[in-house]
């Protein structure tokens, strides 16, 4: 499903690469965390896979699409594939919840009769069955997050990607949000998550990703996250 084969990427010959020679394979309907401390690499990983950037060397495969030969007028195909979530929501303020999740598919190009029948599903799978007509200023920031993660799915993408979904909301909230994601997981969607909640990443006991330096430090079945507070 995903395939990094030796990736490096530099931005700045002087402060060094970004990702140096990171291998990493993730099986379909998989559900990995990545962490790391801040420059460790994890949102340069990311938007690799995303395409928003090119590696400076090595390959990446996604679902068997070889970036190597994507033309930059399959990338928006591409990106129907990969849901993405962010920290901050990215909601639209001035849309309904209902809304929000159907822009998704009108960009698209989904009819009208075809939107209606689809978003409702898609509100119930992250448990906001009701709130199809609030604001999304009228929400708790878990549901914030909630429609956000509606939206990325609601095209059935074959793999989300959370960037620190919890980065912004109490543990309650944030706990909803996770068990949000492996629902979806269990529907059969790869899940690839970022954060910094050594909590959430012990408690979840799922295959752990750890970066350091740009490098993969550690690849763990069932693995745990401890976060390094020396010289803080």
Do not use: C
């Not at 060094?16 to 990493?24: A, E, F, Q, T």
């Not at 395409?51 to 068997?64: A, L, N, Q, V």
Request: aromatic share 4%; proline share 4%.
């Amino acid at each position: 499903m995903i395939l990094l084969d030796r990736v490096s990427k530099t931005y700045n010959k002087a402060a060094g690469p970004s990702l140096d020679r990171i291998s990493l394979h993730v099986e379909p309907k998989e559900f990995v965390i990545v962490v790391g401390q801040s420059g460790a690499g994890k949102t340069t990983l990311l938007r690799l896979l995303t395409r928003e950037e090119r590696p400076t060397s090595g390959k990446i495969i996604i679902g068997g699409i070889d970036y190597d030969k994507l033309k930059d007028k399959d990338i928006p195909l591409l990106r129907r594939k990969i849901g993405v979530v962010f920290q901050d929501f990215k909601l639209l303020p001035n849309r309904t919840v209902f809304e929000n999740v159907a822009f998704a598919l009108e960009i698209v190009g989904m009819g009208r009769k075809e939107i209606k029948h689809t978003v409702p599903k898609v509100l119930d799978i992250v448990n906001l069955k009701g709130k199809e007509n609030s604001m999304p200023m009228q929400l708790s920031g878990g549901e914030r997050q909630r429609v956000a993660i509606a939206r990325a799915i609601v095209r059935q993408p074959r793999i989300l990607i959370a960037d620190e979904p919890t980065g912004n909301l109490d543990p309650k909230h944030a706990w909803d949000v996770i068990k949000v994601l492996e629902k979806i997981n269990r529907y059969g969607t790869t899940v690839l998550l970022t954060t910094h909640n050594q909590d959430i990443v012990n408690k979840l006991k799922r295959r752990v990703v750890t970066l350091d330096h740009g490098k993969v430090a550690s690849d763990r079945a069932n693995g745990s996250y401890t976060v390094d507070t020396k010289g803080k």
